[in-house]
């Protein structure tokens, strides 16, 4: 998606809150251009002609522009405030959208960090610059009549307000080019730094032991060092506009207030008339750097959109597609899968019946959690198709599948909150009681009765205050909370006691649910009625109803 098109994407969604402040925007260029011509006649008629009431009256007409100024320029911020938080919620949905509905070899084109940026400082960036839209085009129109009022005080003062013009135009013509590259550089050396503090954070801890945590924190220093130098760059040609752009009018002040006041002294001109030419040449100079500073954040903005929409742009889009169906058989047929650098993933065809009990075994690497991948729709086949109810998981509707369908990973992760917000997830419906009862079928129950808060109990950053087994737990009662016909579980059992594995497994058995359960526990693989074997599988014994199958 080109800058231009996300750009105008964002207007759009901006409202009516982007006209709303275009109005209060050009009534406060009006009162800008009106004071001076105010403070002009009010030393004309006022001052120069000693006449009270007219000093009066044209005092009392300043003060009541001054206030529809103040009026005018809050209506103006507070609807282009207002329009880019809704834009930005609106686009910040629509990137959660794309990236939700990514392959996996979609996904890995993105560092952590990388999209982060992406997904903060450069939505911010198109906040900002939405919110300062209406004060652009006001701020342009308003130039131009500047220029216009200037042009009615007389030949030799228009020509000297009108010389500006080309200047400006030479000004602002040499700098946006380098901004925007500047800008762009900067962008790629935030998302770096990202990458290096995603790093710095998460796996400090796992390379502590080996010295590791030196190298990362001489990668941090190194990202930073590359985003201050950006920054300064972009800093010195920002600098560099801004100071030169407004030099121009002030410039052209000077000389007119030279002519101008040769033609006063003449009798040909009057104060009042100097004083708001000269009012006006100054209200020029602000217009030019507000101009310029708005010029810079659309350079910002034309950056930042081009780098959301390569966002956008990547991955097939999100299927509307049909509703899953609530019941049906799971089935795989000739599915492989291909990544780059490794061998090929060749997965045996599968067919799971309703309610059934189906455990999957192999050893590291053979595939296992790519399969409970491929059967969730979270990835996509190479080869081959999933389908539930007869129907290809690519044609059901991404949101659909997940009420038929739910996975819970062999790494889960609590947000911050209580156990409550994440048994939920949102989902105000779910009572205590529903809590509760997940909790007793993931053998989690006890230790939750037991925290002071019970389920208001907070977990902290990424579930650090509990243990591994219980995070598996709570993570598996949150999947059950789903509600889903077909649950696939990625060795949620591995960091619980036998005791606590069979009470999980009994208490799945009793929910009457298509259960898929990629394991390495022996345990599981005896309460299954079927086993598939990816290689390297286990001994479950004998005695057990099982169905080996090999890789093929």
Not at 149 to 158: D, E, I, M, S
Not at 306 to 334: F, H, S, W
Not at 480 to 487: E, I, N, S, T, Y
Request: net charge neutral.
């Amino acid at each position: 998606m080109s800058p231009t098109v996300l750009l105008r994407w964002c207007l759009r969604h901006a409202g009516r809150g982007v006209g709303a402040s275009w109005v209060g925007g050009l009534a406060y260029q009006g009162g800008l251009i009106l004071l001076p011509w105010c403070l002009g006649r009010a030393l004309d008629d006022g001052i120069t002609a000693g006449d009270r009431p007219a000093l009066f009256w044209w005092a009392a007409a300043t003060l009541a522009v001054s206030v529809a100024l103040t009026g005018a320029e809050f209506a103006m911020r507070w609807w282009a405030a207002l329009a880019g938080v809704r834009a930005g919620n609106a686009l910040l949905l629509r990137l959660a959208d794309r990236i939700l509905g990514w392959d996996t070899a979609t996904a890995g084109r993105f560092s952590t960090g990388d999209l982060v940026t992406r997904g903060t400082r450069d939505v911010e960036t198109l906040i900002v610059w939405i919110a300062t839209v209406p004060s652009l085009v006001s701020g342009v129109l308003g130039f131009v009549a500047v220029i216009a009022v200037v042009a009615t005080l007389g030949p030799a003062l228009a020509a000297i307000g009108l010389a500006t013009v080309p200047l400006l135009i030479i000004v602002n013509l040499w700098y946006p080019r380098r901004y925007e590259r500047a800008n762009s550089a900067l962008s790629a050396a935030h998302s770096a730094r990202a990458d290096a503090v995603e790093d710095l954070l998460s796996a400090s801890t796992a390379v502590r032991g080996l010295g590791g945590e030196t190298e990362l924190v001489r990668r941090h220093r190194g990202a930073s060092d590359d985003v201050r130098e950006r920054t300064l760059a972009l800093a010195r040609v920002a600098a560099s506009w801004a100071a030169h752009a407004p030099f121009v009018p002030w410039l052209a002040t000077a000389v007119g207030v030279g002519v101008g006041g040769l033609l006063v002294l003449d009798g040909a001109f009057t104060v009042g008339g100097l004083v708001s030419f000269a009012s006006w040449m100054t209200l020029l100079g602000r217009q030019v750097m507000m101009l310029t500073f708005r010029f810079n954040q659309l350079g910002d903005a034309w950056t930042a959109a081009g780098r959301i929409g390569a966002v956008l742009d990547a991955g097939p889009a999100r299927p509307k597609g049909t509703a899953a169906p609530r019941d049906g058989e799971l089935n795989a047929e000739n599915l492989s899968v291909e990544r780059a650098g490794r061998e090929p993933i060749e997965l045996p065809d599968l067919s799971v019946p309703e309610a059934a009990f189906v455990a999957v075994v192999g050893g590291v690497g053979t595939g296992k959690t790519t399969l409970l991948r491929l059967l969730a729709g979270l990835e996509e086949p190479s080869a081959g198709r999933v389908t539930y109810g007869g129907t290809d998981l690519r044609e059901l509707d991404p949101d659909r599948l997940r009420e038929a369908v739910t996975i819970v990973g062999q790494r889960p992760l609590l947000l911050s909150g209580t156990i409550a917000d994440n048994l939920r997830l949102g989902r105000a419906a779910l009572s205590d009681d529903d809590l509760r009862a997940a909790c007793r079928t993931a053998a989690i129950d006890g230790f939750v009765a037991d925290l002071p808060d019970g389920l208001a109990t907070e977990v902290g950053e990424r579930g650090n205050t509990v243990s591994g087994g219980q995070l598996q737990r709570l993570a598996l009662a949150r999947g059950l909370l789903r509600g889903a016909r077909v649950l696939l579980l990625d060795d949620v059992t591995s960091a619980v006691d036998a005791a606590t594995e069979q009470r999980i497994l009994r208490g799945l058995r009793e929910l009457g649910v298509t259960i898929v359960f990629a394991t390495s526990r022996p345990a599981v693989a005896e309460a299954a009625d079927r086993v598939i074997d990816l290689g390297e599988g286990l001994n479950t014994g004998t005695g057990q109803r099982e169905e080996l199958v090999g890789r093929g």
